[in-house]
């Protein structure tokens, strides 16, 4: 599991996306989350404005899992 410092109260699952380099556009954004099975605290996910706190752990098919730290 990797782990992904923030530095604000949380980090929108778009912003993360980004962050993690899985993502470089709004349109690559869009593409995974239709495409890709992504689980937060392990509760489906797709919308990309979901807010991620500290302490929750995002997985990313083909990509891994992710605990966001402040």
């Known amino acids: 599991m990797q782990t992904i410092t923030i530095t604000t109260e949380y980090i929108t699952l778009g912003q993360f996306l980004k962050f993690t380099n899985?993502?470089?556009?709004?349109?690559?954004?869009?593409?995974?989350?239709?495409?890709?099975?992504?689980k937060v605290d392990g509760e489906p996910e797709n919308r990309r404005g979901r807010k991620l706190y500290p302490d929750m752990i995002v997985e990313i098919e083909d990509a891994g899992r992710f605990q966001i730290n402040r």
Do not use: H, Y
């Open 22 to 38: 899985l993502a470089m556009s709004g349109g690559e954004i869009k593409a995974i989350l239709e495409t890709r099975s992504i």
